[in-house]
């Protein structure tokens, strides 16, 4: 039940699509938040808890993908068209590919900011910055770039979605339940 | 026996000498100075996580020196500081510091200190206490203070000491940046 087959989701990847998806969606709104608090201090402090939960995401992530490369990927349904089966795994890999590219910009930003402050995840440990140039120039450019790709990412998540509920309530097949439970995955959602 | 007592006779008449010349050249400091903001300074730092630190200075304040030269202890300091003032070479941080994060100079103009006991420590030294009051908050803080000369009716201090910036509700940042503020401060005054 740990591990995918052709046709379920095992635990391990369930939760980790779960989890993964929470925080990438409150990672969003934190960090659209804020940069609009009028409070400097609460916005210090919301700043340092998006940096902590931006390399809690990153771990998972890399997790998530290392999960993937080792494991199955249940097939998609029969039913499902030629358009959709190709859309799908493009729009899968763009996933992937923000949930990786959004924290890291944000870790490529407070690397190379001119405010030098250190990221303390948590308050546990300190994680060190990526060896880049400090400038003013830089910093602004990578805010752009950060919020950019997050608006980006933000964008294939809300596809994701629209996509989920509409096998689940159009299509009626098993394609998002399948992500809440293995025990999901056999079960027939056709009309009687 | 007796060698001792005379040694014990000795080193109480070179104290007692020690102290009447210190004590002539408090006589001659006695007085009330003005500090000036012309060859005074009030740096301050605070380390962070990981090395390295924040520093700044107050570029305006105002106080002054009342040094009693028949009883030092009834000795008075006053300085006033103007949080506004702050400069750290960087403008977004300055910004930071004045906001509600830290000093909040919108509601909160002035930071005073007022001595309420003087304690020489040496011919040249002695540690001040007093209240310092930053944002409502008034709590009790020491300070060392060195003589660093007296010339012309000018005088010089140099003043160092540390403070918890908890107290003062400016923890903001705390762990990332050390709670305690480290002062080095140099008052020039002119009698008058």
């Known amino acids: ?192 | 026996m007796s060698l001792r007592v005379l040694g014990a006779a000795t080193l109480i008449a070179v104290g007692l000498l020690g102290d009447v010349a210190s004590a002539v050249a408090l006589s001659d400091a006695a007085g009330r100075y003005a500090i000036s903001n012309n060859g005074s300074s009030i740096r301050f730092a605070i380390g962070k996580i990981g090395g390295g630190g924040l520093a700044g200075a107050f570029g305006q304040f105002k106080g002054t020196i009342r040094i009693d030269g028949g009883d030092i202890a009834r000795s008075k300091v006053d300085i006033t500081i103007f949080p506004d003032s702050v400069g750290t070479g960087q403008g977004r941080i300055d910004a930071f510091l004045k906001s509600d994060a830290v000093f909040d100079v919108a509601n909160s103009r002035q930071i005073t200190f007022r001595s309420t006991s003087v304690q020489r420590t040496g011919d040249n030294s002695a540690i001040i206490t007093g209240q310092l009051t930053a944002r409502g908050h008034t709590n009790t803080e020491k300070f060392t203070a060195e003589l660093q000369g007296l010339k012309g009716g000018q005088i010089r201090f140099r003043v160092s000491g540390q403070v918890f910036r908890s107290r003062y509700q400016m923890d903001v940042g705390t762990p990332i940046y050390s709670n305690i503020v480290a002062f080095d401060m140099e008052f020039s005054g002119r009698r008058g």
């Open chain 1, 1 to 192: 039940m740990l591990c995918n087959t052709t046709t379920r989701y095992g635990w391990a990847a369930i939760i980790l699509h779960w989890l993964i998806g929470l925080i990438f969606i409150g990672q969003f709104l934190l960090g659209w938040t804020m940069v609009r608090i009028a409070s400097q201090r609460t916005s210090f402090e919301l700043i340092q808890l998006h940096k902590s939960f931006g390399f809690l995401l990153l771990g998972l992530v890399l997790i998530r993908i290392g999960w993937r490369l080792g494991n199955l990927s249940p097939e998609l349904p029969e039913e499902v068209g030629p358009v959709e089966r190709r859309a799908a795994p493009a729009v899968h890999l763009g996933l992937y590919a923000a949930q990786l590219v959004v924290p890291l910009s944000g870790w490529v930003l407070v690397s190379v900011s001119v405010l030098e402050i250190p990221s303390v995840p948590f308050n546990l440990f300190v994680m060190p910055h990526l060896p880049l140039q400090v400038s003013e120039a830089a910093e602004n450019f990578w805010i752009f770039g950060h919020k950019w790709l997050a608006y980006a990412g933000i964008a294939l998540v809300v596809l994701h979605i629209l996509a989920a509920f509409r096998h689940h309530f159009w299509l009626r097949d098993v394609v998002l339940v399948r992500m809440i439970s293995p025990f999901f995955a056999n079960r027939s959602r056709k009309p009687e």
